[in-house]
């Protein structure tokens, strides 16, 4: 595997299930995202994790819980979702302070929450 | 704060025609700049950079220049082909912090 992987590519959830979002950088990078893109409606940056240690949390409903337990992994758990949850889910990755700070993206998750 | 405005979409060309997305940025610092494309049921991949004032991204035929001055990233291709039909994403990041902040996004349409 290259680059950066996510699974599932697409998920149908109800709004009572639990579900995670997997996410996997194989760059070396030191850092992690997650971003929410909705139909008309421009990028959101969710959560940015830094050598594991999360810095930033883009005031997030709780029920979206990312956990990040090493360089390489990001994991993005879900729990009663709504609809308007329904969206494609990003992961990038990016190494910074050593970096020319581009990001790179995994293919994305499709998730409809019904 | 930092932004990013750029031209609203869609943009529908012919085969070989010329194509300019506009994208102008607010921003306190030095950031740099970045074009990223995202074809249809993929992510968003990094398709030319700037790092400083004057300097000109390139890759696959298309162009970028950074202009201080004017505080904009164009981006520019001669002849465009059907496969560039997607969306660009004009994207800023400032040398501090681990936000990049991104433009709406211009979807492209060319046709045959």
Redesign the interface.
């Known amino acids: 595997e290259t680059g950066?992987t996510?699974t599932p590519r697409h998920l149908v959830m109800g709004m009572t299930n639990k579900k995670s979002l997997k996410c996997e950088q194989h760059l070396g990078h030191n850092?992690m995202?997650w971003y929410k893109q909705s139909a008309k409606k421009?990028?959101e940056?969710m959560f940015?994790y830094?050598l594991e240690e999360r810095?930033?949390n883009n005031s997030v409903p709780s029920r979206f819980s990312p956990e990040c337990p090493n360089s390489s992994h990001l994991f993005l758990h879900l729990h009663t979702l709504q609809p308007e949850d329904s969206a494609l889910y990003?992961c990038?990755s990016?190494q910074?302070l050593q970096g020319?700070?581009?990001?790179?993206?995994?293919?994305?998750t499709r998730l409809t929450v019904t | 704060g930092n932004s990013v405005t750029q031209m609203e979409g869609p943009v529908t060309l012919s085969e070989e025609a010329f194509l300019t997305i506009n994208c102008t940025y607010t921003a306190t610092g030095y950031p740099?700049l970045?074009w990223?494309v995202q074809y249809p049921?993929?992510?968003?991949?990094?398709l030319l950079?700037a790092?400083k004032a004057d300097d000109k991204g390139s890759n696959k035929g298309f162009e970028a220049t950074y202009r201080k001055e004017t505080t904009s990233f164009h981006l520019e291709k001669g002849s465009v082909q059907v496969s560039d039909s997607a969306v660009y994403?004009c994207a800023l990041?400032d040398?501090g912090g681990?936000?990049?902040i991104?433009?709406?996004?211009t979807r492209l349409f060319v046709k045959a």
């Open positions: 950066v996510q850092a995202y421009p990028l940056l940015v830094s810095v930033e990003l990038a990016s910074e020319g700070y581009e990001q790179y993206f995994g293919p994305g | 740099s970045f990223y049921g993929e992510g968003l991949q990094l950079k790092t994403f990041k040398t681990f936000k990049t991104f433009g709406a996004g």
